[in-house]
């Protein structure tokens, strides 16, 4: 099965990060897991990243049209975009949104997820991990 795994602003330079909070892995390592991870569990992950919200929302539209399951982090996208939000909602397969970090525990302002709602769950804060349990959360409701 395929799936597309979407990562917004800044994660193209994660390594460039606080590394006590995103680790020393770079976007490629970081693809390079999930991919493995999903050929583990029969899911052909396409990994995208955009730094632009019109790129994330095609994104997200080729998903709605090709009825594809979505594993995305929006980066800081999470806490305002609600153009974000409503193309997220139009994808009826699975949707999981993942972070690195635990927002939760970081600033005020990350508390917030305007995407969280319309997402079959969230996963944050066991790094590169949080992909791989959503990978695992997506294979499960495919069957
Ligand atoms: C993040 C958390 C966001 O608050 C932040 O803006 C990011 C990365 C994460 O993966 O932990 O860019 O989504």
Known sequence: MRILVLNGP???RIDLRDSA???DMNFVALKNLIVEAGKEMNLECDVRQ?????????WLHEAAEE????VI????????SY???DAADMVSAPLIEVHLSN???REEFRH???ISGVANGTIAGFGPDSYRLALIAISRMAK
């Open 103 to 105: 927002p939760m525990s």
């Open 73 to 80: 982090n929006p980066a800081a996208f999470t806490h305002y």
């Open 10 to 12: 800044n994660l193209g």
């Open 21 to 23: 909070i995103y680790g």
């Open 112 to 114: 917030t997820s305007v």
């Open 83 to 85: 153009a974000i939000r």
């Open 50 to 58: 955009s730094d632009s919200e019109v790129e994330m929302i095609s």
């Open 67 to 70: 009825n594809l399951p979505v």
